[in-house]
Nanobody, 124 residues
Framework: QVHLVESGGGLVLAGGSLRLSCTAS????????MRWFRQAPGKEREAVAA????????NYADSVKGRFTVSRDNANNTVYLHMNSLKPEDTAVYYC?????????????????WGQGTQVTVSS
């Protein structure tokens, strides 16, 4: 089992940057594929970026390609989401999630462990 805690959210102007962090408890962090999701008010939760166990493979939603970068530090049990050129439509609660499944296009239900979320608000 893994416990996830996100941090780094906040209020930023359009065009600005933020770095989200998700730190996991336990000693088996490297056995989990990690993914960032987000949920805006009144909308469904959507996948943003995924990263493989070793960090060598990543996958991004079309809406964030070229602006967001996902990375991980297995030695420190942390996954990051670097967000640049932020837009008002990026406003949402951002969640990290862990899965022991394979492939970077798993569905939401394949992620057994979730953080509590961190709010990102981008003002125009």
């Amino acid at each position: 089992q893994v416990h996830l805690v996100e941090s780094g959210g906040g209020l930023v102007l359009a065009g600005g940057s933020l770095r989200l962090s998700c730190t996991a408890s336990g000693r088996t962090f490297s056995s989990y594929q990690m993914r960032w999701f987000r949920q805006a008010p009144g909308k469904e939760r959507e996948a943003v970026a995924a990263i493989s166990r070793g960090g060598g493979s990543t996958n991004y939603a079309d809406s964030v390609k070229g602006r967001f970068t996902v990375s991980r530090d297995n030695a420190n049990n942390t996954v990051y989401l670097h967000m640049n050129s932020l837009k008002p439509e990026d406003t949402a609660v951002y969640y990290c999630a862990a899965s022991q499944g394979y492939g970077l296009r798993l569905s939401l239900v394949d992620y057994a462990y979730w953080g509590q979320g961190t709010q990102v608000t981008v003002s125009s």
